[in-house]
């Protein structure tokens, strides 16, 4: 396994749309474990694939204990309820907005081993999902902000992105070994 670079906010793989999976090899397998561990590494709760510079439909999450790989998702119904909560990304590092979306959604997917599966998903769980698909089509959280709001996101992500050449992120080593070592004590 490996952790990968992550892509950040001007890297153009992250508008990219992704391409549907014909089948899930082992190659794929491959893919998704190592996008677990980057998502741990880097603290996240999800991680999409574009944001590792790939252009697959694949998406993993863990929220609540609930740890799943999402290949090909699709919403297939979502509530009309829609509820705000605050959003980051992984390729936005320090920049957070409040987003409106579905309180509720039904996913269809095709899990690690290709098969498919359904999950009705409420609260961050659902927000993150929603969040991962969106990638997955090459939006991001800001484009969910009004736009005085996400001018204001954007000024702030001008001050950061320096720290970030290239568009890319390598996690650093004290944030992998503060990693491995909560895995120790677990
Ligand atoms: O770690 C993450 N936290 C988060 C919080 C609220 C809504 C969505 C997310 S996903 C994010 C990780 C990430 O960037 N996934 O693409
Ligand atoms: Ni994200």
Redesign the pocket.
């Known amino acids: 396994m490996s952790i990968l670079r992550i892509h950040v906010l001007g890297s153009p793989v992250l508008r990219q749309v992704t391409k549907e999976i014909a089948s899930v090899t082992d190659e794929h397998r491959q893919f998704i474990d190592d996008l677990f561990e980057t998502?741990y590494a880097?603290?996240?709760?999800?991680?999409?694939a574009p944001?590792v510079g790939r252009t697959e439909r694949i998406?993993v999450v863990d929220v609540d204990d609930q740890a799943f790989a999402l290949v090909n998702p699709v919403i297939v119904s979502d509530d009309k309820t829609l509820a705000k909560?605050?959003?980051?990304?992984?390729?936005i590092p320090d920049v957070y907005g409040d987003?409106a979306r579905p309180e509720r959604v039904k996913v269809r997917a095709l899990d690690r081993d290709g098969n498919p599966f359904e999950i009705e998903a409420e609260g961050?769980l659902a927000?993150?999902i929603q969040?991962?698909i969106d990638?997955l089509d090459g939006r991001m959280?800001i484009d969910h902000l009004s736009v005085l709001r996400r001018k204001a996101a954007l000024a702030k992500w001008a001050t950061i992105k320096g720290k970030y050449p290239g568009y890319i992120r390598t996690l650093n080593a004290d944030e992998v070994a503060e990693h491995h070592h909560r895995d120790e004590e677990l």
Request: hydrophobic letters at 40%; charged letters at 15%; glycine letters at 16%.
């Open positions: 998502m880097a603290h996240g709760i999800g991680l999409a944001q998406a909560g605050e959003e980051g990304c992984l390729s987003v961050l927000r993150c969040h991962e990638h959280f």
